[in-house]
């Protein structure tokens, strides 16, 4: 005894062309011959939406014949459109993740860097980057989300002619993708962990090689069609997908190149040598040095810190018939077009000498810059310290003021 209303008049789509109404009895008939097959859509009055025959319960007592794909046009309804296949599905995925995951490291490496100088010197230690890759999947997943509710698709996708549709063939919300990435990153990649996630990709492939969903598509039955696209779009995406592979290889090169080795691992701090003195002291691994010669009498040894948020200048002037007064003062003026003194400054006495510091901003630089300066005399000689700083200033407050310290030993 038949289970259907003999009486609905049916409506399913075929070549772009919507064909009906017929009755129940015919649509079974069609199902039964594989004239149509279980990704058919039909419709009837009082159907909110065109459904694949596979999901109305009238017909799930008919053996379901697959048939092969509906050539359709590339931007297609979705009543026409195939289920997508697994190669392209997953070549369209690690596309996307790929590039919005270089995309969001990049964007957080440039937040650390600008808020948190102390994290730049961490990220190239072994290991660090992969770890902060692994941070920044998720990250990447809200923003391919984000990206598919503003742009209707994201880039992989859309070259390949693939769409993530909800059970009716209708977009997915941003609530809805986002919980489908959440079960992606988890069912699917297994929280990006190596091996672990190459195991959970085996289960997805396998899923959809059974004609089954990925289980992180089996609820709430998410779908992910497919229609045919013209070559010049394969072509496209395989150069894109090339480019990709090859900065990801120069950024490989250069992270690399970045790392310190065995040596500079164990030996955190290096001798350096005060010409002019002859006396040495260790400095931290951190301070890249090198010397600028302005005059026989007056050199600048520099040294720039490996995050570049600061730099310290250390510099020896012999000014004969000058004393400490004259010398800030003269020292000011000349440089009166590059430097800001906050105030007057302040005079002080170390290990018996005077000295004087003042501090404010360099005029060429951006306003929140620091600037610092000291300067002790010795005799007709005059040293100074000249520091350099972008904020936050509590990431490298301690290492300048080591480094200060280092560098006044060498002086007698």
Known sequence: MSLVKPMVGWWYARKNKKIGPIETVELERLVRV??????TYVWHEGMDNWLPIAAVAEFAHVKLVQPPPLQTKLNASPVTNSMAGRTTRFFARFFDLWWETLF????????????????????????????????CVPIALVFDALLYRAAGNTPGKSLLGLQVVASKGSPLSLAEYLTRNLSLWVKGLALGLPLISLFTLIIQWRQLGKGLPTTYD?????RVLAVPIPGWRKIVFVWFF???????????????????????????????????TGLNTTIDSRWRNSLQPISLDHQIHMFSEQSEHSVVMFARELAGGYN????????????????HFANTGQYFVRDGRQGWRGAGTIRTHKTDDRLSVEIMQYGAVFWRIVTIQAGPFGDSDDSVAQ???DLWRTVH
């Open 218 to 222: 089996e609820r709430p039955k998410f």
């Open 104 to 135: 969001m490291a990049l964007l957080v490496g440039i937040a650390l860097g600008r808020f948190s100088p102390a994290n730049v010197g961490w990220i190239n230690q072994p290991g660090a980057i992969q770890v902060f890759g692994l941070v």
């Open 34 to 39: 594989g004239k149509i097959g279980a990704h």
């Open 403 to 405: 480094l200060s310290a």
């Open 242 to 276: 090339a480019s990709l592979v090859l900065l990801t290889a120069v950024l490989h090169i250069v992270q690399q190149s970045n790392q310190p080795d065995a040596h500079s691992e164990i030996q955190q701090r290096y001798l350096w040598e005060n010409r002019h």
């Open 324 to 339: 400490l007064d004259n010398y800030v003062h003269m020292f000011r003026q000349a440089t009166s077009q590059t430097l």
